[in-house]
């Protein structure tokens, strides 16, 4: 087939997105496939007309454009097809408070939030008891992430987030381990637990420096728990309205609650991400796997 491989961006993970993709041109290309290496930072305005001349985008896209669905709008105008959610699945994804609400309107469990779109004034109070965390609303990859223990820890955090131009989320500290479940088709795959080596979360660079973390997969956790986190997978997939695939994160309480935290709608591909990790672990190569994904967003375009 001729793919466009679309990447890169000009979002604060651009860096991620390029990493990943040079592994999946690696492979596509050893499958026989034309690769056609698309920057979206330098090609935004031939985005069109460039889609048009292949049979299918793997967009390798994190944060937005991409993951907000931008881009998949755009392709659906040209009858490109692409991998994973659809323009509405991915905005909602993206912003974790609308998704929260998602979450909460389908009865699945997910910690209190509050959402601030703006810099609060100097007599404001968090709803919430600290410590607590505190986030982009749309940002990915634990950047802008940060714990705060009090007033003074919560407004640096908040000056980061809203000094880049994005909204905040406030959550609490929930005790317990991560836990993150991909999504393929219909079906669950098998969870990976998640052990910072150093700190006492997965940030930034947990998660992308080298021993970062450990990832053991299959998650060392009991039957009926696996089953309840690849069960709540599959209903957040759904009750966002997803497609193809999609990777849920938890925190497993030390009781086995379970509480989403979020869903990304283009997870990360490199051969040892967490997807294709889980992937590998039921018998699929990265390269069966991007294939894979090439033949639900197919399906998905037969079906309109």
């Not at 991915?90 to 810099?119: M, V, Y």
Request: glycine content about 10%; charged content about 20%; some cysteine.
């Amino acid at each position: 087939m001729k793919i466009l491989l679309i990447a890169g961006g000009w979002s604060t993970e651009r860096e991620v997105s390029l990493n990943g993709a040079r592994a999946m041109q690696d492979a596509l290309a050893a499958r026989g496939h034309e690769i056609t290496f698309f920057d979206l930072l330098s090609g935004f305005d031939a985005l069109l007309q460039t889609a048009a001349g292949h049979d299918f985008a793997l967009i390798n896209l994190h944060g937005a454009p991409g993951e907000d669905g931008l881009v998949q709008a755009m392709l659906d105008r040209v009858g490109c097809p692409y991998q994973g959610a659809g323009p509405a699945g991915s905005f909602l994804a993206l912003n974790k408070s609308a998704a929260k609400q998602i979450f909460r309107h389908a009865g699945l469990p997910t910690a209190d939030w509050e959402f601030l779109p703006c810099p609060p004034d100097a007599a404001w109070q968090p709803k919430l008891p600290y410590p607590l965390f505190a986030k982009s609303n749309t940002g990915g990859s634990s950047l802008r992430m940060g714990r705060a223990a009090d007033r003074a820890a919560l407004n640096a955090v908040l000056q980061s987030i809203f000094d880049a131009g994005d909204e905040a989320i406030l959550e609490p500290v929930l005790a317990g381990r991560e836990v993150t479940c991909g999504i393929l088709g219909e079906t669950a795959l098998p969870p990976i637990l998640i052990e910072p080596v150093a700190g006492d979360f997965f940030d930034y660079e947990s998660k992308y420096a080298k021993d970062g973390a450990r990832e053991i997969c299959p998650a060392p956790i009991s039957d009926a728990l696996t089953a309840r986190v690849q069960e709540l997978s599959l209903a957040a997939h759904k009750a966002l309205g997803l497609r193809g695939y999609s990777r849920a994160d938890f925190i497993l309480g030390p009781d086995d609650s379970l509480n989403i935290l979020e869903v990304n709608t283009l997870p990360g591909m490199t051969a040892t991400s967490l997807v294709p990790r889980e992937a590998r672990t039921v018998g699929m190569d990265f390269g069966q796997l991007l294939e894979r994904l090439i033949e639900l967003g197919m399906a998905d375009c037969r079906r309109g």
